[in-house]
């Protein structure tokens, strides 16, 4: 197959089939990326962290919701990046955009004036609450492991109107109650009370009540909260049993809702991923071969 430019590729982006790819198809990463990307509105205004969060905001863009805006907290707002950028810095992301500023434009003015209706961002461990820690493991002055700190995680965790993570699960990720709280979740530390309570109590009469996590992707399934702000199992991952999904968690998970498998990601799906997105590998870590059907709509062009 003659290598296509962009313009060729774009125009098979309509002729790719959107039925579910097989197991053996895809990789883990792709379908985690993708199951980020559905959870994109078209009138979303996405703050994205870099990795993945990066991978399925481009992807969702150039799917299903090309009106929602992009925003990275390097101060570039609204790109069309074509190929996704290294970091949150890299110009690459200021392809198109409508405006180049700074962290006092994407904190300053769109975080904190409630204009971010969805945050993507990543974390070490979760607790059951939703809170995410990314700041350090045991004791907070002499502890087992510091990681690099809150960044934006907090900030973005808490301003945005809906939020949602991926971690990769281990049952030392997946805890009842996380050594250190970076980002709160469904439930806070009342500082006044000296206790735990539901953040609509914690926080009541604030912006920011009813801001929080509403989906968690993993290597093995996709989780969300239920009215009470505790996380649930949603979906396990093709190939993955709740049994291990359980093994692999710290509490008691509830996995009395689980619906199935995640959804597959479709052939143009895929397509979109791995020649606009991420073409160069830059965070998926290999490149699959398309079925002889799919490589037979690319040759023909």
């Known amino acids: 197959m003659a290598k296509k430019n962009m313009e060729q590729l774009m125009g098979l982006i309509d002729k790719m089939p959107t039925v579910p790819a097989k197991v053996g198809e895809f990789i883990l990463m792709e379908l985690m990326a993708i199951a980020v990307a559905r959870e994109v509105r078209n009138d979303d205004i996405v703050f994205a962290g870099t990795g993945l969060p990066m991978v399925g905001i481009m992807a969702a863009n150039l799917l299903d919701t090309p009106n929602a805006t992009l925003i990275y907290e390097s101060g570039i707002c609204d790109g069309k990046t074509m190929h996704v950028p290294l970091s949150v ?16 434009d994407t904190f300053g003015y769109y975080l904190q ?23 350090s493991i045991g004791d907070y002055f002499s502890p087992s492991h510091r990681f690099t700190g ?33 980002t709160p979740g469904w439930w806070c530390w009342d500082f006044k009370t000296n206790e735990w309570k539901p953040k609509r109590e914690v926080w009541k009469n604030t912006p920011y009540a009813s801001s929080g996590p509403v989906a968690v992707v993993t290597n093995m399934g996709v989780y969300r909260f239920d009215e009470n702000g505790e ?3 949603e979906t396990v991952h093709p190939g993955v049993t709740v049994a291990q999904v359980k093994e692999n968690c710290g509490f008691d998970l509830n996995v009395s809702l689980v619906k199935g ?11 979109v991923l791995r020649e606009f997105v991420d073409p160069e590998l830059i965070f998926l870590p ?3 071969e398309y079925t002889k059907a799919i490589q037979s709509i690319i040759d023909a062009g």
């Open 89 to 104: 810095g890299d110009q690459r992301a200021a392809n198109l955009s409508s405006t180049l500023g700074g962290l006092v």
């Open 113 to 135: 004036q409630g204009f971010v209706s969805l945050g993507f961002l990543g974390g070490a461990a979760i607790d059951k609450y939703g809170g995410v820690n990314v700041t």
């Open 150 to 182: 809150s960044g934006g995680n907090s900030d973005i965790g808490t301003m945005a109107r809906r939020t949602a993570f991926i971690i990769l699960q281990e049952k030392r990720r997946f805890l009842e109650r996380n050594e250190y709280t970076t």
């Open 231 to 233: 996380i649930y199992l």
């Open 261 to 271: 498998e995640t959804l597959a990601p479709n052939y143009k799906e895929l397509f």
């Open 286 to 288: 290999q490149k699959v």
